[in-house]
């Protein structure tokens, strides 16, 4: 059996354009992956069929070792681009063996190691301008049955926080955990945002809350400083969702600079690359919680991992809080079960790509906003606005379906 055809499909999903991949071999089996890689879809697009569709046309998928070990050590640069190109299709080629074998890819990783897979929720705060409007959104994500909320507090902040700002992301945290009790896990994100000094008075500030953790305080190559971040604070820290080697993963996880490992099973390598991760961590007595902050692909990939993985602790999870086609996008699998995620049983990833969806929501360009300006604000918010509300404001690109004038048509190559 040889991979025979090679084949990507963006679609736009509000804040972002997911791009899947599918492969076809030579006896009729299909896989799919993921290279959503916010504001660089094209880039990777380009890069998959100009370097990685010639590296594995004509393979035999079984080879995952070889065929995305080589590319790894073929690409040269590294980086976000080149690893997320890779991490689609190494994803892709174990659809491919799953449904060669007849089983759902878990089964293959190691088999189930967790009867669920507990979630917790992102995206949920759209919309939010103040206290209240955090606290209403929180309830409402509670009430479905999350046990755990992730939240950024801190606005458009970047490296020194004002005292007002500070203030304000106390508030805000207070809110919510008002709203949804003590027994609601609050997650703090941070975004690599902080300086060392003031991640760390903001930590000691939002400690009383008891945040599970506090995510990626400083800026996510700053291992050292995010170590010395974990010493002076009694919040679990987490980290890793912008590394992509597993060089990177390594200084981590010997540093001890983070309590729990969240690796993009999209960005780092692929589900293989994740669980020698997760060993590593493991050997640490660190915990993993993948980060998907993209489509039902990237999810599909997480669950496998998740069951299969000892060290796995929750599951990042946008699927209640993205764009109303999300689920349209994919057939075969609806993840969600108040707050815990179902792992598809049928052979692979257990998801199909549905072409004819995928061709009614189109690129759009720079639909993901800045982080550090009011396009965070502008853009996420008015998004989490438009998905509740099912409306759309054509003056908004981010809650657009696609660009004015657009057919429709499918952005496919292949």
């Not at 009790?181 to 000094?197: F, K, N, V, Y």
């Not at 990833?349 to 720079?366: F, K, Q, R, S, T």
Request: aromatic share 8%.
């Amino acid at each position: 059996m040889k991979i025979a055809r090679f084949e990507t499909f963006l679609a736009n999903a509000g804040l972002r354009n997911y791009l899947f991949v599918r492969l076809t071999t030579d006896t009729g089996l299909t896989g799919v992956g993921e290279a959503t890689l916010e504001w660089q879809e094209r880039a990777v697009q380009a890069l998959l069929h100009e370097w990685v569709e010639a590296r594995i046309l004509g393979r035999d998928p079984f080879d995952i070792e070889a065929v995305a070990g080589g590319m790894v050590r073929d690409q040269y640069q590294g980086g976000s681009t080149v690893m997320t190109a890779i991490s689609g299709v190494e994803v892709a080629m174990w659809d491919i063996v799953g449904k060669a074998c007849g089983q759902p890819l878990y089964r293959l990783l190691g088999g189930r190691c967790h009867g669920r897979i507990p979630a917790y929720a992102n995206g949920w705060y759209g919309g939010a301008r103040a206290p209240r409007d955090y606290a209403e959104r929180a309830r409402d994500a509670a009430a479905r049955g999350y046990g755990a909320l992730k939240l950024d507090p801190f606005g458009v902040a970047w490296k020194d926080l004002e005292p007002e700002e500070l203030e304000a992301a106390v508030e805000t945290v207070a809110a919510v955990r008002e709203a949804v009790g003590p027994r609601i896990g609050i997650m703090i994100e941070c975004h690599g945002r902080l300086s060392a000094g003031s991640a760390v008075d903001a930590i000691r500030r939002l400690e009383r809350f008891e945040p599970i953790w506090c995510e990626e305080p400083v800026a996510p190559e700053a291992i050292e400083l995010l170590a010395e971040v974990k010493r002076q604070v009694r919040s679990p820290i987490a980290a890793g969702e912008r590394l992509y080697t597993a060089a990177d993963f390594q200084r981590l996880i010997a540093l001890r600079a983070a309590d729990v490992v969240q690796m993009d099973i999209a960005h780092a390598g692929g589900v293989l690359a994740a669980k020698k991760v997760a060993a590593m961590a493991a050997v640490q007595d660190l915990r993993v919680a993948p980060h998907c902050s993209i489509g039902p692909v990237a999810l599909a990939a997480c669950l496998h991992f998740d069951a299969s993985t000892p060290n796995f602790m929750v599951q990042e999870c946008f699927a209640e809080f993205d764009v109303p086609w999300r689920s349209s996008l994919v057939k075969g699998w609806d993840p969600v079960r108040r707050g815990d995620l179902v792992v598809p049983e049928a052979p692979g990833l257990g998801v199909e790509l549905d072409e004819e969806a995928i061709a009614a929501h189109p690129y759009v360009p720079n639909a993901f906003p800045s982080l550090w300006d009011e396009g965070w604000l502008r853009g996420f918010t008015q998004t989490g606005g438009n998905i509740r509300t099912g409306r759309t404001d054509p003056a908004d690109p981010i809650g657009r379906t696609g660009p004015p004038g657009s057919t429709g048509s499918t952005d496919r190559k292949g």
